[in-house]
């Protein structure tokens, strides 16, 4: 168990729809990650957040925002949702930027 | 920009065989490395991480070595066991790339009784 907790770990939705993914980071890390995995494009970073403030900015979608919230879990809202969105989210967290980050077990996201 | 390049996949081995995964990283300035693993429907798992030139980063009988002269980070083992079955990532993060992470596109490992 990484301390990372992800909510749902399963979503099923459909086009057009809207769908919140949440992470809570382990204790005492204050870097939350979100990263896409899909067979096809493989582990894509989509944003960090630092202490309730965006720090990076990866291939994230304008549909699709995030935010770190002041006791530091995160939320990453997708929206519109269309087929190809389907993927697993995964969010990670560190202590500090640049060191080591511990996974959660992802959400599992179908668009149908 | 800093990127990783991981060794193609799928690798099969028999038990007890010898594992090298290949790793190499283009990156401005003195990043550090990782390598995670991913078993099968679970998420990321950090397995080991060398953070300057010439550590060595070990767990579970895995080993890399930070190789700054041939930009490398190699994982090996010296005899894999079935339960090593996963898919292994290399990884690099540094104050220059943002303090993202980046990850290799992963190598499949399956290992035969």
């Known amino acids: 168990d990484s301390g990372v907790t992800q909510t749902p770990k399963h979503l099923i939705t459909a086009t057009g729809q809207r769908v919140t993914l949440r992470c809570s980071p382990r204790?005492?890390?204050?870097?939350v990650y979100w990263y896409q995995q899909s067979l096809d494009q493989g582990l894509q970073f989509l944003i960090q957040?630092?202490?309730?403030?965006?720090?990076a900015k990866g291939n994230i979608l304008e549909r699709f925002s995030a935010q770190q919230f002041p006791d530091l879990h995160s939320e990453l809202n997708l929206s519109s949702l269309e087929l190809g969105d389907s993927a697993l989210y995964f969010c990670a967290s560190s202590v500090q930027m640049n060191t080591e980050a511990f996974f959660g077990q992802g959400t599992r996201l179908t668009v149908v | 920009g800093d990127s990783v390049t991981q060794m193609e996949g799928p690798v099969t081995l028999s038990e007890e065989a010898f594992l090298t995964i290949n790793c190499t990283y283009t990156a401005t300035g003195y990043p550090s490395l990782f390598w995670y693993v991913q078993y099968p429907g679970e998420g990321l798992q950090l397995l080991l991480k060398?953070?300057?030139?010439?550590d060595k980063g070990s767990n579970k009988g895995f080993e890399a070595t930070y190789r700054k002269e041939t930009t490398s980070f190699h994982l090996e083992k010296g005899s894999v066991q079935v339960s090593d079955s996963a898919v292994y990532f290399c990884?690099?993060?540094?104050?220059?790339?943002?303090?993202?992470?980046?990850f290799g596109t992963g190598t499949s490992l399956t290992v035969i009784p």
């Open positions: 204790s005492g890390d204050l870097s």
């Open positions: 957040y630092y202490n309730g403030e965006e720090r």
């Open positions: 060398a953070t300057k030139a010439d």
């Open positions: 990884a690099l993060t540094s104050k220059r790339t943002g303090n993202q992470f980046y």
